[in-house]
């Protein structure tokens, strides 16, 4: 099959040599990019696509989400309350969700991120009640259905945040409900995992990563462990990371380090591994971070959700260390979209510290901004294949139409009137290895409808079930 996209108003490659092309064109053949360039092709083509008056750009890469979070997503007991408010809500609801759910979150939620332009996505699967293996099974069938790039991080939770486990488990049964895991049953998994779906291949569709949902101090022999496993088998690791005050003092106190230099000696601070938020990471944690490789997954909306500190995103860039962009999971944002994720990003840094503080020539442009979210993004994956419109690439691929009457006045630089005018975040073509996802702002694989309706099915059951453990009303506010 070879399809011709034509009559690009604005091309951003984001290539080696970063080219923006008007009057583009680029030529697919199979799931390859093998033509980019201006003017009318020649030669015949099974299929072509009209993008005149259209941004093109590198399929998004999202670097954290969390899928299983779509099932409870704007839910009135958990809109207020900083982060063991929300978890102390969230956790009954997250403890009863099957399989046969989180494969509908993934579809769901793939449908949401291709929307809004992402190709590619991380998914941080931390909590699966029971330990059980199934759903692993049900992430990975979810992604091939949707047809969407997927870097699983099999997660695992062997503790909870504060006191929350003794509080939830007379609430919502042992181990509070299933969540905590046993870490032997985890590390079994994560291997069985890595056997049966990790590929580091040219345009692999499916690849493993491993790592907690937040490291775990008192258990640093399970974090070797999880590191050791991942060097065996070329997987990344991830993992939440802004360690809070109380966390330095405990490490200090117990170890005499900081909880950064925990993170080193146990084999984790390595090209590959990259962190979600690092909201409060601080100068020398930037430094060490960078002289290691490790990256990080910035998660703008998260922030301003939950009420917590502006990653200091200038200041990580200008200490080395990589940085991308995240959705966060969908009841720590109660969005997917990608595009919106790329517009807030662009602009919430520059509040780091209060107004001010951040010298408008650290501010990110446009261009830098999409360039953290394609290629850099895709390089903290340790890929090559995605993230530019080159020749011998993944054809992944999105359009977004600037001829509605948002962008009017703001087509002087198309990426910055994008970014900064659009008051939609719908692609209008989201290609991902040479096949449609997206066409014309709507999905062409699934009935968007229909997946709504599988997921609030799921959502209603958990609410009904949380409410009748807790006695809490999960319907009213807190």
Not at 57 to 65: A, Q, R
Not at 283 to 308: K, N, S, T
């Amino acid at each position: 099959m070879r399809t011709l996209l034509s009559h690009i108003g604005r091309l951003y490659t984001c290539d080696r040599h970063d080219r923006v092309l008007a009057d583009a064109y680029v030529v697919v053949e199979g799931e390859r990019i093998v033509e980019v360039g201006q003017g009318r092709p020649e030669g015949h083509f099974d299929q072509r696509i009209d993008l005149r008056g259209q941004v093109v750009i590198p399929g998004l890469v999202n670097l954290h989400h969390h899928f299983f979070q779509t099932l409870t997503r704007a839910i009135p007991r958990a809109l207020s309350g900083h982060l063991i408010d929300w978890l102390r809500a969230m956790y009954p609801l997250w403890a009863g969700f099957t399989p046969e759910d989180l494969n509908a979150a993934t579809q769901a939620t793939m449908a949401e991120l291709m929307l809004t332009g992402a190709t590619t996505s991380v998914d941080h699967a931390y909590l699966m009640p029971g330990g059980r293996a199934a759903y692993t099974d049900a992430i990975v069938e979810g992604a091939r259905t949707a047809g969407m790039r997927l870097h699983l991080v099999r997660g695992c939770m062997t503790a909870m945040e504060d006191r929350l486990e003794q509080e939830l488990t007379p609430l919502i049964g042992p181990r509070a409900g299933g969540l905590v895991d046993d870490e032997d049953e985890v590390l079994a998994d994560m291997a069985r995992a890595i056997d049966t779906y990790h590929d580091t291949g040219w345009g692999a569709r499916v690849t493993i990563a491993l790592g907690p949902t937040t490291a775990t101090y008192p258990r640093l022999d399970f974090m070797r462990r999880i590191a050791g496993l991942a060097n065996e088998h070329g997987c990344g690791l991830h993992m939440h990371f802004h360690p809070r005050p109380d966390e330095r003092a405990w490490c200090r106190e117990q170890y005499g380090k900081r909880p950064i230099e925990l993170l080193d000696e146990a084999g984790w601070l390595r090209p590959g591994t990259w962190f979600a938020h690092s909201t409060r990471v601080d100068a020398d944690d930037m430094r060490q971070m960078a002289e290691a490789g490790v990256a990080v997954a910035h998660c703008p909306r998260m922030i301003v959700r939950l009420g917590a500190r502006v990653t200091p995103v200038h200041e990580m860039l200008a200490a080395g260390v990589r940085v991308g962009f995240g959705v966060d999971g969908g009841a720590s944002n109660d969005s997917s979209s990608m595009l919106g994720e790329l517009r807030l990003a662009l602009l919430l840094h520059r509040v780091a510290g209060g107004e001010g503080t951040v010298p408008w020539q650290q501010w990110l442009s446009p261009y830098r901004a999409l360039t953290m979210a394609t290629r850099d993004a895709a390089a903290v994956l340790g890929r090559s294949d995605i993230g530019r419109i080159e020749l011998g690439c993944c054809a992944d691929i999105a359009a977004f139409d600037m001829s509605p009457v948002a962008f009017a006045g703001a087509r002087t630089d198309w990426l910055s009137g994008l970014l900064v005018a659009g008051d939609d975040s719908r692609a209008s073509l989201t290609m991902i290895g040479g096949a449609i996802r997206v066409l014309h702002g709507r999905l062409v694989w699934d009935d968007e409808q229909q997946l709504r309706a599988r997921v609030d099915a799921a959502t209603q059951r958990l609410i009904e079930r949380a409410q009748r453990l807790t006695g809490l009303d999960y319907l009213q506010m807190a």
